[in-house]
């Protein structure tokens, strides 16, 4: 079976810049990557060629084996940033309505249920600016999933909030997961996120932003806070920051 | 005390303290009531030619909405070109600088020379005053728009209708609001003034013949009158705008 993203010699500069540099990867269908680097190795502008919201300056990009802007046109993508891109002026309930109505797509999912699945059927008619940061950011991957998009890619989502939260932000992703399979691609600057989500980890170095190491990541699912406990994770969270230490020394 | 019930205090307060105030001034001034006619003078004025002040704040009226909708109509429509087309900016933009920068008193008297004394003077006056801090607010509000919410839609596949409905409209209504607080009482200014120059009705021809007259009574009459409305128009604005943006206070 062919991959469900591959990236091939994937390269973009701005200008002078080189943010990427002969980037390949293969991800499989429903497998968790996460991508990990110094600040600057191009982790998001790799995200926003997946997403359609760059354009490579050489290289090829196949999602589901197509290119990512039919893919994007045909609803199957799912976005979360760092800051909840919801509207204001909207309740809980209509933000992830909202992605309904624009995509038309019809999904077995519903916007309130998904709101009771997330534990927000209490705040379903609360604006954002009334919802906590973590309830915020469940509403925001509600509204990126709401369509049922075989491919969900996240930029940093956890990135303005507090240690607690993201930690009970990361056993809820990974449940959400379990439950609703999908190609995921997690930009992040955490470790412990990293491994406590991937099946594998990408490391990338900085300028031209390349892949530098791959490291897989195979604790059973779903994984409980606990883990973050146990001896093998911290052995993987090692061997992770040794791996950036390298980047960032070379 | 809340907070709202403290403001309507302030507002009562002022309408009482206005007519003492008012008499005071005029018993120790020791003017004249031709030069300082005292509040009960003005108000039996306005009781005795009510339907004649009704006529002429009518017609101020008229010219100042009439004005005031077409330059909404026009700001928000090229609002919307600069932003979707800029080029349409460029082209523009030193046309509207060098007019936004003719005083109007300047332009009045050319256009009743060009148009007559028609209404269509009055109403250009009105659009000129208003038109631009409508355009510039509305440009501003819905170039504010939430950079993560336009990628969301972008992924999203929206089109431009459901981009400009749902993200950058919702975005462009508080400055659109802060431009009708200054706007909507300068459309009532320029009306008065632009009567000032050929009108044979309106609140601005009534200032003129009390003048001419030295019927001091009638323009503190329409000094009260003027008074009034820009008032009401603040306060109108002020209660669309807590409806129109009732979820912040939710």
Redesign the interface.
């Known amino acids: 079976m062919s991959p469900a993203i591959q990236l091939r010699q994937l390269s973009k500069s701005f200008g002078e810049i080189d943010a990427l540099k002969d980037i390949d990867l293969d991800i499989q269908e429903g497998e968790f990557i996460a991508l990990i680097g110094p600040s600057g190795c191009g982790k998001t502008t790799l995200l926003r060629h997946v997403?359609?919201?760059e354009t490579a300056s050489a290289g090829e990009i196949l999602v589901g084996g197509d290119t990512p802007e039919r893919v994007?046109?045909e609803?199957k993508?799912?976005?979360v940033?760092q800051?909840?891109?919801?509207?204001?002026?909207?309740t809980s309930l209509q933000n992830v309505q909202?992605?309904l109505?624009?995509?038309g797509v019809e999904t077995p999912l519903t916007p309130a249920g998904l709101l009771d699945e997330f534990g927000l059927g209490a705040f379903k008619d609360?604006?954002p600016?009334?919802l906590s940061g973590g309830m915020q950011q469940r509403v925001n991957i509600a509204?990126a999933m709401v369509?049922n998009p075989p491919f969900l890619m996240m930029d940093e989502p956890f990135g303005a909030l507090d240690e607690m939260t993201r930690e009970f932000m990361c056993e809820f992703l990974g449940g959400v997961l379990l439950d609703n399979p999908k190609t995921t691609v997690l930009v992040t600057h955490s470790i412990d996120e990293a491994v406590m989500l991937a099946d594998r980890i990408v490391i990338l170095a900085p300028r031209p932003g390349r892949i530098s190491a791959i490291v897989d990541v195979d604790f059973p699912r779903p994984r409980r806070r606990d883990l973050k406990t146990q001896s093998a994770f911290g052995e993987k969270v090692l061997e992770v920051r040794r791996l950036l230490y390298e980047v960032e020394e070379a | 005390m809340t907070n709202v019930s403290r403001e309507r205090l302030g507002y009562v307060f002022m309408i009482v303290s206005v007519p003492i105030i008012w008499q005071l001034a005029v018993t120790l001034s020791g003017l004249q009531p031709f030069i300082l006619p005292g509040p009960g003078i003005v108000f039996k004025t306005l009781g005795n030619e009510w339907s004649n002040f009704l006529y002429h704040t009518g017609v101020t009226m008229y010219g100042a909405m009439v004005g005031y909708a077409f330059a909404n109509l026009f700001a928000i429509s090229i609002a919307v070109l600069f932003v979707y087309l800029p080029s349409v900016q460029t082209f523009l933009m030193p046309w509207f600088i060098v007019i936004k920068n003719i005083p109007f008193v300047v332009i009045a008297p050319i256009l009743v020379i060009t148009l007559g004394t028609t209404n269509m003077p009055k109403f250009i006056v009105v659009f000129l005053v208003t038109f631009f801090p409508v355009l510039a607010n509305v440009v501003a509000g819905l170039r504010a728009a939430d950079q993560v919410l336009l990628d969301r839609m972008h992924v999203l596949n929206a089109t431009r209708w459901q981009i400009f409905w749902k993200v950058r409209w919702p975005s462009a209504i508080p400055y659109y609001m802060a431009a009708h607080e200054v706007a909507f009482t300068g459309s009532i200014i320029a009306a008065i003034v632009a009567e000032f120059f050929f009108s044979r009705t309106g609140l601005g021809y009534l200032i003129v013949t009390a003048m001419e007259s030295y019927r001091a009574d009638i323009l503190y009459g329409v000094t009260l009158i003027a008074a009034v409305l820009g008032l009401s128009n603040y306060l109108l604005v002020v209660w669309l705008r807590k409806r129109l943006l009732r979820w912040q206070d939710a």
């Open positions: 997403l359609s919201l994007r046109r609803n993508l799912g976005i940033f800051r909840a891109a919801l509207v204001p002026s909207c909202m992605t109505d624009i995509t609360h604006y600016h009334q509204a369509h």
